[in-house]
T-cell receptor, first 115, second 109 residues
Framework: DTEVTQTPKHLVMGMTNKKSLKCEQH?????MYWYKQKAKKPPELMFV???????INESVPSRFSPECPNSSLLNLHLHALQPEDSALYLC??????????????FGSGTRLTVV | QQPVQSPQAVILREGEDAVINCSSS?????VHWYRQKHGEAPVFLMI?????EQKGHEKISASFNEKKQQSSLYLTASQLSYSGTYFC??????????FGTGTRLQVFP
């Protein structure tokens, strides 16, 4: 299995809703990432988990809450979002090995619309 | 901090060549290259490491000049399937990959 699976593919939520994005990989990758991508812009890093521990939070507002229940799963909990949070949310994973650098495998993303 | 890519957009006919450049204001130890087709996820193309080692696939090549803090992606004899947006990515710290500004490539028959 060489894929990163994200669900749902599309999500429309109101500003008072609570929802979660899910990401799963079975490649044995020990680093997992959340990126946010606006139209015609590059992906922007949000969070990094390394060996199931949060290692990087790029000053993301607290209305986004990441969670890594185990080495294969990554969630992003959403609460009280704003319309400007509408974007494509991408999950990615990579191997982690001292002295080696590996490419990232991305999921197909969740297209989020906040109304 | 974000790498700058040039050109911003390229239009090609099948069989033509293109070069995409990526420049960083910070020292580079490695450079990633990804392609993202419209409505899809970015796909890893290759990594270039300090010292010239290259890992990759497909009929696309790249170079990495650590002194100039630049990398270039070479697409030769372009195919329709090469269309998409190309991003370089530079690790700013362990596990922190920052993407460049992007180059949109369109290949027409």
């Amino acid at each position: 299995d060489t894929e990163v699976t994200q669900t749902p593919k599309h999500l429309v939520m109101g500003m008072t809703n609570k929802k979660s994005l899910k990401c799963e990989q079975h490649m044995g990758h020990r680093a997992m990432y959340w990126y946010k991508q606006k139209a015609k812009k590059p992906p922007e890093l949000m969070f990094v988990y390394s060996y199931e521990k949060l290692s990087i939070n790029e000053s993301v507002p607290s209305r986004f809450s990441p969670e890594c229940p185990n080495s294969s799963l990554l969630n992003l909990h959403l609460h009280a979002l704003q319309p400007e949070d509408s974007a494509l949310y991408l999950c990615a994973s990579s191997q982690v090995s001292r002295g080696e650098i590996y490419g990232y495998t991305f999921g197909s993303g969740t297209r989020l619309t906040v109304v | 901090q974000q790498p700058v890519q040039s050109p911003q957009a390229v239009i090609l006919r099948e069989g033509e060549d293109a070069v995409i450049n990526c420049s960083s204001s910070k020292a580079l130890y490695s450079v990633h290259w990804y392609r993202q087709k419209h409505g899809e996820a970015p796909v890893f193309l290759m990594i270039l490491l300090k010292g010239g080692e290259q890992k990759g696939h497909e009929k696309i090549s790249a170079s990495f000049n650590e002194k100039k803090q630049q990398s270039s992606l070479y697409l030769t004899a372009s195919q329709l399937s090469y269309s998409g947006t190309y991003f370089c990515g530079t690790p700013q710290a362990a596990d922190k990959l920052i993407f460049g500004t992007g180059t949109r490539l369109q290949v027409f028959p």
